[in-house]
């Protein structure tokens, strides 16, 4: 069992930044996918970022690309993902999750091949 806390949501204004953390605690399989995902009032559960534990391959989604940076300390077994430049359109619940294994290549984008889920963190960015 693996489990996700996310933490460093809140209200930021156009333009500025902000870091979420994800604390994972239990076993993480070296082939497992670490990443982000958000959600909009009324909108899919969307992917933002993610990577191999192991390796730490790197897969973000194009149009977010160069705002948002993905990143982990292995030692604390702690995910980020670092936003700038935010704008309105990234309010929503982001949330961090991981796979039980399986990806020794690319992360997989789609909510249905992660396994586990953080609670989800509140980001609002005012205009």
């Known amino acids: 069992q693996v489990q996700l806390v996310e933490s460093g949501g809140g209200l930021a204004q156009a333009g500025g930044s902000l870091r979420l953390s994800c604390a994972a605690s239990?076993?993480?399989?070296?082939?497992?996918?670490m990443g982000w995902f958000r959600q909009a009032p009324g909108k899919e559960r969307e992917f933002v970022a993610a990577f191999i534990w192991y390796s730490g391959s790197t897969r973000y989604t194009d149009s977010l690309k160069g705002r948002f940076t993905i990143s982990r300390d292995n030692p604390k077994n702690t995910m980020y993902l670092e936003m700038t430049s935010l704008k309105p359109e990234d309010t929503a619940v982001y949330y961090c999750?991981?796979?039980?294994?399986?990806?020794?290549?690319?992360?997989?984008?789609?909510?249905?091949?992660?396994?586990?889920w953080g609670q989800g963190t509140q980001v609002t960015v005012s205009s």
């Open positions: 239990g076993r993480i399989l070296s082939t497992s996918a």
């Open positions: 999750a991981a796979t039980n294994g399986g990806y020794a290549i690319e992360a997989p984008r789609t909510p249905d091949h992660y396994r586990y």
